[in-house]
């Protein structure tokens, strides 16, 4: 599986979680609708007992309410092994996430997430794309030429001439 899908990034262990309030959901559901529906007292016209309505209610609100939960489980851990990957402070935008609300905190941290860092060649810790040295072991990061220097560095004659 790639590294880099949405499933490859999350954490086992989140992806366990939200397996387990999914199936928790689905086993819950029916009983809650089934003692709710003895409760209320539901009748239908179709003669169909309280229990067995109360029961298909609660099962299909248990699975929309299990696969809810559970996505935003998987969206929590995507931002914190995605946050971690890039470098930045994966705690605090994971809390930034589930504490603002109505979904602003995913989109603040989609807005505003740093490019994916490199590792570091001597020690291997991830710099960030910005940072010119390693901040564990202090190497100098070599990053590769680009635009004109690139150009006049293979010596392709498409920078300006030079004059010895």
């Known amino acids: 599986m790639k590294t880099d ?4 990034l999350i954490p086992k262990g989140v992806k366990i979680a939200a397996a387990i309030v999914f199936a928790c959901a689905l086993v819950i559901g ?7 529906g003895h409760v209320a007292g539901l009748n239908s016209p179709h003669g169909i007992p309280p229990g067995v309505l109360g029961s298909a209610i609660g099962l299909g609100l248990g699975l929309l309410v299990g696969a809810l939960v559970a996505f935003w489980l998987l969206c929590l851990g995507y931002v914190y092994a995605d946050a971690h990957r890039r470098a930045m402070p994966a705690v605090l935008w ?10 602003l905190g995913f989109l603040l941290y989609f807005a505003l997430r740093r490019p994916l860092g490199s590792p570091c060649s001597n020690c291997g810790q991830l710099i960030a794309a ?13 990053a ?10 293979s010596g392709s004659g498409m920078g300006p001439a030079t004059t010895v």
């Open 5 to 8: 899908s949405f499933f490859g």
């Open 144 to 153: 590769a030429p680009s635009g004109e220097n690139a150009a006049r560095s």
């Open 30 to 36: 029916p009983f809650i609708g089934a003692y709710q």
């Open 130 to 142: 910005e940072q010119r040295f390693c901040s564990w072991c202090g190497s100098q990061r070599f």
């Open 94 to 103: 994971v809390l930034i996430a589930i504490f603002i609300p109505n979904l």
